[in-house]
């Protein structure tokens, strides 16, 4: 069992551009979530969702769209990409136990 | 608001050395509380939590934490520490009511450099 898995790793956007960060996850959790992480900032929840068809907004979602069609996957998407979105981005998952399990980052750079 | 207070950006000790890591928090309810560690480039991993019961929480790798209520603290220690113990540390509260059940809030992070 792969746990979480992200992908890219890595990616450079132009400003305005638009981009989809993938999560997928093997381990039947019904909540997953997106985060950020920038230096000296800790991690910060852009978006969650507590199952297929339902999502919720965290601290930090503007600029960002998520979507819950299944309950292994929950994509990020940057409709129009920001140099303030400049990050490095990380998807978690977990049973209700809140014992959340995260994904190895994608770090995304905006010029 | 909850909050995470992390009071230092860096520690370095010497291997061998104890080590103790600060976390206070603001929660209006009982918390559940977690530390975790991230390796440089590499995601976070869960190192131990508390929810309720005893105090004196054991986790992976020699950590244990102590949930003290009247000071709002998760203080993380180890008694020994090793070179690869090197990493950063976070200390999160999870939220426990209503919709936001299983958010985390996490603390700005603690860097540990360890001495050889």
């Known amino acids: 069992n792969a746990g979480v898995t992200q992908t890219p790793k890595f990616q450079v956007l132009k400003t305005g551009q638009s981009m989809t960060l993938q999560c997928a996850q093997d381990m039947n959790h019904e909540y997953m979530s997106w985060y950020r992480q920038d230096p000296g900032m800790g991690l910060r929840l852009i978006h969650y969702?507590?199952?297929?068809?339902?999502?919720d907004q965290g601290e930090v979602p503007n600029g960002y769209n998520v979507s819950r069609s299944t309950t292994e996957d929950f994509p990020l998407r940057l409709l129009s990409a920001a140099p303030s979105q400049t990050s490095v981005y990380f998807c978690a998952s977990s049973v209700d136990s809140y014992e959340q399990y995260f994904g190895p980052g994608t770090r995304l750079t905006v010029t | 608001a909850q909050s995470v207070t992390q009071p230092d950006i860096h520690i370095t000790v010497s291997e061998g050395a104890s080590l103790e890591l600060r976390c206070n928090y603001s929660y209006g309810a009982t918390p559940y509380l977690f530390w975790y560690v991230q390796s440089p480039g590499q995601g976070l991993q869960l190192l131990l939590k508390?929810?309720?019961?005893?105090?004196l929480v054991q986790g992976i790798k020699g950590f244990e934490a102590e949930f003290k209520r009247s000071q709002s603290s998760f203080n993380l220690r180890k008694p020994s520490v090793h070179w690869s113990d090197a990493a950063e540390y976070f200390c999160a509260v999870g939220l426990n009511y209503g919709g936001s059940q299983g958010n985390l809030i996490f603390g700005k992070g603690t860097k540990l450099s360890v001495k050889p």
């Open positions: 969702s507590v199952g297929a068809g339902i999502t």
């Open positions: 508390y929810f309720s019961g005893d105090t």
